[in-house]
Nanobody, 120 residues
Framework: QVQLVESGGGLVQPGGSLRLSCAAS????????VNWYRQAPGKERELVAA????????NYADSVEGRFTISRDNAKSTAYLQMNSLKPEDTAIYYC?????????????WGQGTQVTVSS
């Protein structure tokens, strides 16, 4: 059974920091790319950050560039999103996503989401 379990969300003041974790199981995590998405109420799902399977390449949305850092520890089958200098506009449900190939087929796995609220 494939699982992506997120943790680390919560309420934080503007300018604060938060680290999200995504613990994977049930598949070969080290061969999958990882993406963090977010979705605010009434808005489309947005890609926030992406990292290749070995961690050699990362990409960020313009809105978070310089503030967020995506990383992964393949030995722990865990991905992270370090969020600094948080703004109210960062408030959303954050989802961990893994994409790759298993049994010769493309796979697309999702976590349950974790709420991040940035408010004074």
């Amino acid at each position: 059974q494939v699982q992506l379990v997120e943790s680390g969300g919560g309420l934080v003041q503007p300018g604060g920091s938060l680290r999200l974790s995504c613990a994977a199981s049930g598949f070969t995590f080290s061969t999958y790319a990882v993406n963090w998405y977010r979705q605010a109420p009434g808005k489309e799902r947005e890609l926030v950050a992406a990292i290749t399977s070995a961690g050699g390449t990362t990409n960020y949305a313009d809105s978070v560039e310089g503030r967020f850092t995506i990383s992964r520890d393949n030995a722990k089958s865990t991905a992270y999103l370090q969020m600094n200098s948080l703004k109210p506009e960062d408030t959303a449900i954050y989802y961990c996503n893994a994409r790759g190939v298993t049994w010769g087929l493309r796979r697309d796995y999702w976590g349950q989401g974790t709420q991040v609220t940035v408010s004074s």
